[in-house]
């Protein structure tokens, strides 16, 4: 690549970072209200029906608010995993993406999956089952503040699968 397609892919990027409505420059910014990429939308038959949100219009993202306790939260999930692993032979990523509401109550679990190329990947059920209720069952999950406020927020948890064997779990 030659050095003015660098400098104007360079350009681009950091012209795009600053216009944009995420993270900005280190600070916080607050999710854009109607909705954004990636919301996750309640679905009555995967779905707690009494759990809610303190304000649906505004769900922040993990790396948003102040929320401690991360470590914590990976050495629950790694003591309790076990001889986990998935029945076919694969390589790649299984992150179970949720909701935190306000109170500290988590639901709205999602299973998105990549191979070793970083193509979608659709894990078996059984596998995807277990690390959703590995994950459920790892709270308590910490409550989160934007500004001095108590917010909504997304959380993930990722597992590197090597083989067929989790062999790491992220963050």
Same mark, same amino acid.
């Given at each position: *690549?030659?050095?003015?397609?660098?400098?104007?892919?360079?350009?681009?990027?950091?012209?795009?970072?600053?216009?944009?409505?995420?993270? #900005? *420059?280190?600070?916080?910014?607050?999710?854009?209200?109607?909705?954004?990429?990636?919301?996750?939308?309640?679905?009555?038959?995967?779905?707690?029906?009494?759990?809610?949100?303190?304000?649906?219009?505004?769900?922040?993202? #993990?790396?948003?608010?102040?929320?401690?306790?991360?470590?914590?939260?990976?050495?629950?999930?790694?003591?309790?995993?076990?001889?986990?692993?998935?029945?076919?032979?694969?390589?790649?990523?299984?992150?179970?993406?949720?909701?935190?509401?306000?109170?500290?109550?988590?639901?709205?679990?999602?299973?998105?999956?990549?191979? #070793?190329?970083?193509?979608?990947?659709?894990?078996?059920?059984?596998?995807?089952?277990?690390?959703?209720?590995?994950?459920?069952?790892?709270?308590?999950? *910490?409550?989160?503040?934007?500004?001095?406020?108590?917010?909504?927020?997304?959380?993930?948890?990722?597992?590197?699968?090597?083989?067929?064997?989790?062999?790491?779990?992220?963050?």
């Amino acid at each position: *690549m030659s050095l003015i397609h660098m400098l104007f892919r360079s350009m681009l990027i950091l012209g795009l970072s600053i216009g944009g409505s995420a993270q #900005h *420059m280190g600070s916080l910014v607050p999710p854009t209200k109607g909705g954004n990429v990636g919301d996750i939308a309640y679905d009555e038959k995967l779905d707690n029906k009494t759990f809610r949100l303190c304000n649906e219009a505004e769900v922040f993202q #993990h790396y948003s608010v102040k929320a401690g306790g991360k470590q914590d939260f990976k050495n629950r999930i790694i003591e309790r995993i076990g001889n986990l692993s998935v029945a076919k032979k694969v390589t790649g990523y299984a992150t179970v993406r949720f909701v935190v509401n306000c109170e500290g109550k988590a639901d709205r679990f999602r299973v998105l999956g990549v191979d #070793h190329n970083y193509d979608p990947y659709l894990f078996d059920p059984a596998f995807t089952k277990a690390i959703t209720e590995l994950t459920k069952n790892s709270g308590p999950w *910490m409550k989160a503040t934007f500004e001095g406020s108590p917010v909504d927020y997304y959380q993930i948890v990722t597992f590197r699968i090597v083989e067929s064997r989790v062999v790491e779990v992220l963050p």
